[in-house]
């Protein structure tokens, strides 16, 4: 079956950096893109950006740009997203989701990682 | 940037009622590449609806999706006490990508 597995809870900094990771299995990691979407406390949902884990084409959501990136690493079929820059604002959980590409909804959802930026 | 508005914010209804979301886009939704989640508290979102009207894998068929252009609706035929939650629409066919949610429309017990 499905499954996106991400990575722990994590405390920062404001101005510090992020690097949340999510490991994907059950399916053929290279065939599909892993999206990521966060929720700050009480919120809604907000797109950040996906990446094709075929050949690694990104785009990401312009308010991030610049403080993002997203990567994957196939021979682990593991996606990362790496926020920099932290604020109080990033407080938020972060998922990864699978995506079947350009026109393809987000299909299976990561449990979410939650991200506390605070000095 | 394609804005999508939900309403009603909250909806109160009985189990084995109706129920019926909305989702306005600021302009029209490209082929129909419209869908929505559903969200518990404390767990990630789970997708019910792609194209506006296809069910995901596993989604009872008392969930419908229809729409098309800049009007979507997701219609809950009999809620069932676990369909109390939070439901986003979201679209993902703008170009360049920038695949915007609503802000959520909580579906409470009256």
């Known amino acids: 079956q499905v499954q996106l597995v991400q990575s722990g809870a994590e405390v920062k900094k404001p101005g510090a950096s992020v690097k949340v990771s999510c490991k994907a299995s059950?399916?053929?990691?290279?065939?599909?893109?892993i999206s990521w979407v966060r929720q700050a406390p009480g919120q809604g949902l907000e797109w950040m950006g996906w990446i094709s884990a075929y050949n690694g084409n990104t785009n990401y959501a312009q308010k991030l740009q610049g403080r993002v990136t997203m990567t994957t690493d196939t021979s682990t079929s593991t996606a990362y997203m790496e926020l920099r820059s932290l604020r109080s604002d990033d407080t938020a959980v972060y998922y990864c989701?699978?995506?079947?590409?350009?026109?393809?909804?987000?299909?299976?959802w990561g449990q979410g990682t939650l991200v506390t930026v605070s000095s | 940037e394609i804005v999508l508005t939900q309403s009603p914010g909250t909806l109160s209804l009985s189990p084995g009622e109706r129920a019926t979301l909305s989702c306005r886009a600021s302009?029209?939704?490209?082929?129909?590449?419209l869908a929505w989640y559903q969200q518990k508290p404390g767990q990630a979102p789970r997708l019910l609806i792609y194209g506006a009207s296809s069910r995901a894998t596993g989604i009872p068929d008392r969930f419908s999706g229809s729409g098309s252009g800049t009007d979507f609706t997701l219609t809950i035929s009999r809620l069932e006490p676990e369909d109390f939650a939070v439901y986003y629409c979201q679209q993902y066919g703008s170009s360049p990508p920038e695949y915007t949610f609503g802000q959520g429309t909580k579906l409470e017990i009256k």
């Open positions: 302009q029209s939704v490209s082929s129909s590449y």
């Open positions: 989701a699978r995506k079947g590409g350009l026109g393809a909804p987000d299909d299976y």
């Open positions: 059950g399916y053929t990691f290279t065939s599909y893109g």
